[in-house]
């Protein structure tokens, strides 16, 4: 029935397969090249997607490095503040302390001065003359805060004469509790 014809050279049937195979080939094509450009976009929006998370991270990165370095100043500024307020609180105790101090004193010189007379009488009436002239060596035990020019003014004396009297230098350091002599030897 289906005969070979010598115009086509094929038969009605193989025509029909090369047609439907060229029709699936041009599907199969349509379908790479429509894979190719689902796969060409996936890549250039992810590229960008990664380029936009970069862009946002370097900026999130930049504005924690501000944060930190004011921070940072904040953490240095309060350190200042709080030395400024602990010379303030030891200068105002050292000025309460020094008032008291020049208060007692006062009132030191005072009964000193009260009990001189009485006292000398005794001590003429009851002491030879080898005694009175040997007087006890006086010192003073440095404290907190102290400063030489501060003790030679409480003894009526100046820096440099107390400075002899220990072998110091008026500009060496003194240390709290170093016992400093306060008075010469029979004087």
């Not at 010379?87 to 009964?111: C, F, H, P, R, Y």
């Not at 009526?156 to 003194?174: A, F, H, R, Y």
Request: net charge positive; aromatic share 4%.
């Amino acid at each position: 029935m289906a005969e070979d014809t010598p115009d086509s050279g094929k038969n009605i049937m193989d025509e029909a397969v090369d047609m439907v195979r060229a029709d699936l080939n041009q599907k199969n094509q349509r379908k790479d090249r429509l894979l190719l450009r689902y796969i060409g976009g996936l890549l250039i929006l992810t590229t960008l997607l990664a380029v936009f998370l970069g862009v946002q991270l370097y900026s999130m990165s930049q504005q924690l490095n501000e944060m930190a370095a004011k921070l940072t100043e904040f953490e240095q500024r309060i350190g200042g503040l709080e030395k400024q307020q602990a010379d303030i609180q030891g200068k105002t105790a050292n000025s309460v302390i020094v008032n008291e101090v020049q208060a007692l004193s006062s009132k030191v010189s005072e009964l000193e001065k009260r009990m001189a007379p009485s006292q000398t009488s005794k001590k003429v009436a009851t002491d030879s003359p080898k005694q009175s002239k040997a007087v006890k060596k006086r010192y003073h035990e440095v404290k907190k805060g102290e400063t030489l020019y501060r003790i030679s003014k409480q003894y009526g004396m100046t820096v440099d004469e107390l400075c002899k009297l220990n072998k110091l230098s008026p500009n060496q350091p003194i240390e709290v509790g170093q016992k400093l002599l306060v008075s010469k030897v029979g004087s």
